[in-house]
Antibody, heavy 118, light 107 residues
Framework: QVQLQESGPGLVKPSETLSLTCTVSGGSISSYYWNWIRQPPGKGLEWIGYIFYSGSTKYNPSLKSRVSISLDKSENQFSLKLSSVTAEDTAVYYC????????????WGQGTLVTVSS | DIHMTQSPSSLSASVGDRVTITCRASQSISNYLNWYQQKPGKAPKLLIYTASSLQSGVPSTFSGSGSGTDFTLTISNLQPEDYATYYCQHSYSPPYSFGQGTKLEIK
């Protein structure tokens, strides 16, 4: 059973860069596409992007200019960086796995709340 | 980009009822449609994938149908633990997007 755990600062200042890490256990990091998804308080879900084992990435065009997802195979981790944050980036950030086929998100982390505030 | 629209946005029903939630895609997505259940403070949980396949461990009271642009999630014999918010999500091609959610409340 794959388990995911997000980690990182819970508070980020406006205009700075949000950085989160997701640690994968119980499964091979080569077996899935690794995704970030966020949910502003009281609102719906937004897909941010994914990285594959090969290092290939795909981002949501709405965030593409500010997003970077990277992979650390040796640590079984992948990371999110979101630059130039504003209050609108305040959200619960989830990491999630997506299989090779069909694109559903099978395993999720518990989520971590990131607040953008000075 | 593909836009997903769910209806209704909220729904009240009683234990034992049968409820249906609808999801419509802005273009054909074949059967690349998935359903999730989310309870307060928790991560979404996969219920149905590829429109009608039941995820392992999910009760058979949940079922999904549809193809192309129109999809439904049906919950039969509602149980107290089924009260939650439900989201559809397309996985046809990136960017993946979710419906706005349907909050199922106790009547």
């Amino acid at each position: 059973q794959v388990q995911l755990q997000e980690s990182g600062p819970g508070l980020v200042k406006p205009s700075e860069t949000l950085s989160l890490t997701c640690t994968v256990s119980g499964g091979s990091i080569s077996s899935y596409y690794w995704n970030w998804i966020r949910q502003p308080p009281g609102k719906g879900l937004e897909w941010i992007g994914y990285i594959f084992y090969s290092g290939s990435t795909k981002y949501n065009p709405s965030l593409k200019s500010r997003v970077s997802i990277s992979l650390d195979k040796s640590e079984n981790q992948f990371s999110l960086k979101l630059s130039s944050v504003t209050a609108e980036d305040t959200a619960v950030y989830y990491c999630a796995s997506r299989g090779y086929n069909y694109g559903f998100f099978e395993y999720w982390g518990q989520g971590t709340l990131v607040t953008v505030s000075s | 980009d593909i836009h997903m629209t769910q209806s209704p946005s909220s729904l009240s029903a009683s234990v034992g009822d049968r409820v249906t939630i609808t999801c419509r895609a802005s273009q054909s997505i074949s059967n690349y449609l998935n359903w999730y259940q989310q309870k307060p403070g928790k991560a979404p949980k996969l219920l149905i994938y590829t429109a009608s396949s039941l995820q392992s461990g999910v009760p058979s009271t949940f079922s999904g149908s549809g193809s192309g642009t129109d999809f439904t999630l049906t919950i039969s014999n509602l149980q107290p633990e089924d009260y939650a918010t439900y989201y559809c999500q397309h996985s046809y091609s990136p960017p993946y997007s979710f419906g706005q959610g349907t909050k199922l409340e106790i009547k």
